[in-house]
């Protein structure tokens, strides 16, 4: 089972996405939500006696993105999101929040300390079930950028997501990361760390001509430092598909043309 078409990226991978001010990557991670549901209510309804397996589907690690927004872009897509959450496939954690001194889950006042307590109750969410085979869980790591840019040391971020990598592996779960690019050309040292980090880089930019009425932005994927030799097809920036939002998601084409991929 693959995800994220057109580009049909294998599961089980850590995929770091990247934007700019002008080509926001949150469709990114609103698509791949909903349509990870949509896969997982097939096949519990097509495989009943594995539906214990598959309880477990998302988890949604929140920094930027409202909790209206991820239920109202779902539902955009015939995703009932409140109900998966109540149901208890979804698990929202909201990262300030579990990284408050104090919380009973962190283990002190440092950053890297109160980080681990958003790290124990993923690890505990995705270790609820039966062991399920790649990609039946998703973890969604909305915006890794705004931690540094509210203060957590650089180190500790990084080391955050060296823990949320090992997690998600253990549990044989897709990893998504957001990172937002504030100088092109001049990769910050998170920015580095995540590449050698990720299997995929899947970067979006904005047009290169400016803005277009007909035409949101462009989308590249590259590999990252764990990538396969066999892997999936890369799309360099000179190949880069380019994408048109609407109000139901984004539509892929080749440049130079109008011609939908997906």
């Not at 349509?35 to 920094?63: C, D, P, Q, Y």
């Amino acid at each position: 089972m693959t995800f994220f078409p057109p580009f049909n990226l294998p599961q089980g991978i850590f995929l770091l996405i990247t934007d700019a001010l002008a080509s926001p990557a949150d469709f990114v991670l609103h698509r791949c939500l909903s349509a990870h549901l949509k896969e997982i209510s097939k096949t519990k309804s097509g495989v009943a006696v594995e539906a214990a397996a598959v309880s477990v589907a998302v988890a949604i690690l929140s920094v930027s993105e409202s909790m209206a927004r991820w239920k109202g872009v779902a539902g955009k897509s015939n995703v009932n999101l409140q109900s998966h959450i109540e149901g208890g496939s979804v698990e929202v954690i909201d990262v300030f929040e579990e990284a408050q001194p104090g919380n009973a889950n962190g283990g002190g006042n440092g950053d890297g300390e109160r980080l681990k307590g958003v790290i124990e109750r993923l690890r505990v969410f995705l270790a609820r079930g039966e062991p399920t085979s790649p990609g039946m869980k998703l973890v969604i790591l909305d915006d890794i950028s705004m931690l540094e840019w509210v203060g957590f040391d650089t180190t500790d971020v990084v080391r955050f997501v060296r823990a949320l990598r090992s997690v998600c592996t253990k549990a044989n779960a897709t990893l998504l990361v957001r990172h937002h690019i504030v100088t092109p050309g001049e990769p910050d040292e998170v920015f580095r760390h995540l590449l050698q980090l990720c299997t995929y880089h899947l970067e979006v930019l904005p047009l290169a001509s400016g803005r277009s009425g007909s035409v949101s932005g462009e989308v590249a994927l590259h590999p990252g430092f764990s990538a396969p030799k066999d892997g999936v097809k890369l799309i360099p920036r000179s190949a880069a598909l380019q994408y048109r939002l609407t109000d139901t998601g984004a539509e892929f084409f080749a440049k130079g043309t109008s011609e939908s991929v997906l």
